[in-house]
C-alpha cells in the first residue's frame, strides 16, 4: 500500500466518524465507501519481472495505441482508469540518465494528443539489454482527473527490471517509447501489468535496424 492511500483513506473515515457522531450512520456511508476506494486505488502489490531480453511495462492498463513513429522508434500507449494500479515501474534495467518535468494541459489521457500536450514527466533508462545497448524513455502522462505525478527515482540513479519509479494520482497514461532495436510485442486493446507484462523484445545484434 503506497502511504497516500493511508493518509486519504485515515482523513476520510474520521470524517465518517464525526458525521455518525452528529447526523447517524446513514449520513456517513459516503465517506465508508470513498475511504474503501482510496485503500484499493493506492494499494502496491509486489511484482515479479520475467527473466529475458524484455521491456516490462511501466503501468497497469490498456494498450490503447501502438504507434511506428519517424524517427524509427514504437510509441506503445498505456491508459491507466480509476481501477486499476497507479505505482508505476522502469521498463529496463540501468541508469536513469534525465528526469524532465513538462506543464502541460489535462486532457483526457486515452486521447492521442495527450501524449504531447498534457503535463507530464519523462524519464530515459539507459542500459543493456540481451547484450545489446539500448535507451528507454517513458512518460507519466495527467490526464483529466490526475493532477499530481509523482517521481521517486532522479537523474543517476540505478533501477532493476520493474522497480518503483514513481506514482500518477487518479485516472492517467504512460507511454513507452522504443527505439529500432526493440521488436514491439504489445497490441492495441490488452491489458498490461506494471512489472510482469512484456511489452518488447530486443531484437538480436544482426537484426537491428
Known amino acids: 500500500m503506497v502511504k497516500y492511500g493511508f493518509t486519504y483513506a485515515g482523513g476520510l473515515i474520521l470524517g465518517g466518524l464525526l458525521v455518525t457522531y452528529l447526523a447517524g450512520w446513514p449520513w456517513s456511508l459516503p465517506f465508508y465507501l470513498l475511504a474503501v476506494f482510496c485503500l ?18 511501466p503501468a497497469d492498463g490498456k494498450v490503447v495505441a501502438v504507434v511506428s513513429q ?36 489535462f486532457l483526457v489521457a486515452s486521447k492521442p494528443e495527450a501524449s504531447d500536450a498534457n503535463e507530464q514527466s519523462i524519464l530515459t533508462v539507459k542500459g543493456e539489454v540481451g547484450g545489446v545497448p539500448t535507451q528507454v524513455t517513458f512518460k507519466q502522462i495527467a490526464g483529466l482527473i490526475a493532477r499530481r505525478i509523482i517521481v521517486y527515482k532522479k537523474a543517476g540513479d540505478i533501477v532493476g527490471p520493474g522497480e518503483r519509479i514513481g506514482l500518477i494520482k487518479f485516472g492517467s497514461r504512460v507511454d513507452v517509447i522504443l527505439g529500432g532495436e526493440w521488436e514491439v510485442r504489445a497490441k492495441a486493446g490488452e491489458r498490461v501489468v506494471a512489472g510482469s507484462s512484456v511489452i518488447a523484445r530486443i531484437k538480436a545484434r544482426g537484426d537491428a535496424s
Not at 74 to 103: E, M, Q
Request: a positive charge; proline letters at 7%; hydrophobic letters at 35%.
Open 70 to 105: 519517424a524517427n524509427g522508434s514504437n510509441r506503445v500507449s498505456i491508459f491507466l482508469n480509476v481501477f486499476d494500479v497507479h505505482v508505476n515501474r522502469t521498463p529496463i534495467a540501468g541508469k536513469i540518465t534525465c528526469v524532465n518535468y513538462k506543464k502541460g494541459q
Open 40 to 57: 484499493n486505488f493506492f494499494r502496491d502489490p509486489e511484482r515479479v519481472a520475467p527473466e529475458g531480453p524484455f521491456a516490462i511495462s
